[in-house]
């Protein structure tokens, strides 16, 4: 295997972790004994990452200058420059965008979702600024891409023109469940089982359809029995004022919750202790919470979306994600399951979902190009 200098588009790294630093994390941890990395940033790494960045082949490349207070700026401007100080074999796009006058070297793009077309009003400004002024570029320019899912793939050759040879497909992972004692967990939020979904509060995640079902199945379910209480965790992305004044009276009520600064051990303590899971986007690349969820054996209820069914298979009860009836009958039916212990569990081969695979169909994109 040739030793291979690599640059990277490490700018999520210099946050907590998120689906992309996953990503960037899962490759490092695999491929530094084989390769040299070279982390670009404006600012930062966070602390979660500072076990990966002690390894003696990985170099953070921090961005200085008048520029580098805005990481989107940078990336654009003064990272180019950088690029050519290191005598790089390849430049990996980490974020499915490449900085404009790349040096003349291969270039691997990692490629998430087509938000921009579909949904721009969930993206922050700048980047949906730069993903309209860079993506056409960075999908011509880069030598391999690679999706994380059959679906944003075809996605990105039927709306992007890109040659199919040109991509393949790299699945997201999972971390094997980690085993705590409860005495370990964070306390649920509530006493007693409950409904979970993990993901921004953003539209297209579509919580207000969400909101609307769990409101009919709770307002017809207090006439038999107290119901599941539903827990919301991600940050605030996003959303109407109508949609943050329906959650705020819902949370009054007591059995609408949301968390949004949870650490990925109280997530995972999360999945373990709830009942079941749903996840009810109008549209996504993946679905990582999706999985996560499976890895514990949660039964889970999901939109009908193509990348939601190459990860759950048969396993998993699909639903029109507009159809609010729908919904709120699954999750009466679900409750009831549960409560009877009659809700079917799911199963998976965790090998199948390592982040070692995900890592290694990268190494075969950087062997490719170089």
């Not at 580098?68 to 005598?87: I, V, Y």
């Amino acid at each position: 295997m040739k030793h291979l200098r690599i640059g990277v588009d490490a700018r999520p790294l210099s946050s907590r972790v998120s689906g992309v630093a996953r990503v960037i994390a899962s490759v490092l941890r695999e491929l530094s004994d084989d390769h040299e990395f070279f982390l670009y940033s404006a600012q930062n790494p966070h602390a979660d990452y500072a076990e990966i960045l002690a390894h003696k082949k990985i170099h953070w490349m921090q961005g200085e200058g008048l520029l580098a207070w805005k990481q989107g700026l940078w990336f654009n401007s003064a990272l180019p420059a950088s690029l050519g100080k290191e005598n790089l074999d390849l430049f990996w796009g980490s974020q499915q965008v490449l900085p404009p006058f790349l040096p003349r070297i291969p270039a691997v793009l990692t490629f998430y979702d087509l938000v921009l077309l579909y949904f721009p009003g969930a993206m922050r400004r700048i980047a949906r600024i730069q993903q309209r002024a860079f993506l056409n570029y960075s999908v011509k320019r880069a030598s391999r891409i690679l999706c994380i899912s059959d679906q944003s793939r075809l996605d990105m050759i039927r709306e992007l023109g890109v040659p199919e040879e040109k991509t393949a497909v790299s699945l997201l992972g999972v971390d094997p469940p980690a085993k705590r004692k409860k005495s370990e967990q964070r306390k649920p939020p509530v006493n007693g089982p409950f409904i979970l979904s993990v993901s921004t509060l953003e539209p297209r995640k579509n919580y207000g359809m969400l909101l609307d079902a769990y409101g009919q199945y709770a307002s017809h379910a207090m006439a038999r029995a107290k119901p599941y209480p539903l827990v919301l965790v991600g940050r605030r992305g996003w959303e109407s004022a109508d949609f943050y004044e329906k959650l705020k009276g819902m949370e009054e009520t007591g059995l609408v919750h949301v968390l949004d600064s949870e650490s990925d051990e109280s997530i995972s303590d999360l999945y373990e202790q709830c009942a079941f899971f749903v996840l009810p986007s109008l549209y996504e690349g993946f679905g990582l919470s999706l999985l996560e969820a499976m890895a514990r054996g949660k039964h889970c209820i999901a939109s009908d979306l193509g990348c939601f069914h190459e990860i759950g298979g048969s396993q998993i009860t699909y639903l029109g994600s507009k159809d609010v009836h729908a919904w709120r009958d699954a999750l009466a039916d679900a409750v009831s399951k549960h409560r009877s212990g009659k809700l079917r569990p799911t199963k998976m081969k965790l090998r199948d979902w390592s982040w070692r695979n995900t890592a290694l169909v990268h190494a075969d994109a950087f062997a490719a190009v170089v």
